[in-house]
């Protein structure tokens, strides 16, 4: 189907999914231990390192964050080849991610704290990051991804007064840096003074206030 480009997400409502992202990371690598949600590059790298010593990293819950990141890109690919308007699939997709970070929540309180009680929490975290990943990438909005930064990065300093000097969406490329370890940091604080299930109630209250401000502000009501 033909893609249309109507409604998409402000800069404000992007870095807002990335803090998100860091957050989550900041969850599952600290408050689960040793595997990310959201970079899937640290994950494949950490089944190298556990595949050499699985004594000192966690192999299984790296391969079932893997597997659930990409189930999670593969279904939202199908929803995004199905739903054309932009508002309709962001919607939906940010809507979806909420369901499962309020899974993830409930999950916490009801499932048992051994690692393997952990591991459908990292299949809920996984679905919601692969999907979220699927759907933002194919926005095609140049130096956003709202999980992984590394591209950001190097095309930020690439353009700096240390490569070409252009400076070419500087501020755009250091507000996503920025709010993928402002998310992180603020994640590691509320872990550290309120534990791993207070910061799941904060994780999911804060998509769904993003989800709600989105549809507020692209709402055609609000566009008459």
């Known amino acids: 189907m033909p893609e249309v480009k109507d409604d998409r997400p402000s800069d404000a409502s992007l870095a ?34 556990a ?68 591991y459908p929490l990292i299949v809920a975290l996984g679905l ?24 950001t990065l190097t095309n930020l300093a690439a353009d700096s007064v240390l490569g070409t000097g252009k400076r070419t969406r500087a501020r755009r490329r250091a507000g996503e840096i920025v709010a993928l370890v402002l998310g992180a940091w603020v994640g590691v604080l509320l872990l550290r003074h309120f534990g791993f299930n207070a910061t799941l109630v904060v994780l999911t209250v804060l998509m769904a206030l993003i989800t709600a401000l989105y549809t507020w502000r692209t709402s055609p009501a609000r566009a008459r």
Do not use: C, H, W
């Open 51 to 118: 595949a050499g010593d699985p004594s000192k990293f966690p192999l299984v819950a790296t391969a079932i964050a893997v597997v659930g990141f990409f189930l999670g890109a593969g279904l939202a690919g199908r929803l995004t080849d199905r739903v054309a308007n932009v508002r309709r699939r962001l919607l939906l997709a940010m809507t979806i991610e909420t369901g499962l970070f309020a899974a993830t929540m409930v999950g916490s309180f009801l499932l048992p704290t051994t690692q393997a009680g952990r």
């Open 16 to 49: 807002g999914l990335t803090v998100i992202s860091g957050l989550v990371d900041a969850i599952s690598y600290v408050g689960i231990g040793q595997v990310f949600m959201a970079n899937m590059t640290g994950n494949l790298l950490i089944l190298g390192f």
């Open 128 to 151: 919601a990051m692969g999907g979220r990943n699927t759907v933002v990438r194919r926005l095609k909005i140049p130096d956003i991804s709202t999980t992984v930064v590394t591209g």
